[in-house]
């Protein structure tokens, strides 16, 4: 699978993590990030992961970008993609290439609070619970069919910094568990074909 991000990479190094402990049955053949200066390439260099950093303003269009992408991603074989705080919005040329093989996760109950801010929209509403979705991509923002949801309960001493860290923990333990969940359905689906 291919992993693409755009930050500072905690979810990519909790799939690392996870495989590497083998409880997700998927080798990370490689990292996308369109963000030179982001994080996560220090961490895919630490687990010896190749990666691949495109700056979409150096293509003329996104259709170009996304080309380019599928390029690298044949190259390594790449089954299954995952989205880790990647900051894009996948378009036509990946959606066709892999249909629903495009994983992400979003940090709230969707469909309340999509978008980037899905932690700082939650907390400044005053929700009494929110939590992590698990959903495959569609064209849309955070619309996809969902595979999987975990709530949390705002507490009234949580801070923004505080819930933010309370949702980024959960991200890190259901992320993993959700992709080999995936993964195994897509096997038995392969095999009834």
Partial sequence: MAVFASGSGTNFEAIVQAGKAGELDA???LLICDKPDAYVIERAK????PFVMLKPEQFPDKAAYEEEILIQLNQENIDLI???GYMRIIGQTLLQAYPNRILNIHPSLLPLYPGRQGIADAYKDGAAETGVTVHLVDQGIDTGPILAQEKITVES???LETLEEKIHTLEHMMYPRVIEFYIEKLKKEQVRT
Avoid at 46 to 49: A, E, K, M, P, R
Wanted: aromatic content about 8%; proline content about 0%.
């Fill in 82 to 84: 995952v989205l880790a």
């Fill in 46 to 49: 630490q687990f010896s992961i």
């Fill in 27 to 29: 080798e990370i053949g």
């Fill in 157 to 159: 001493t949580d801070t």
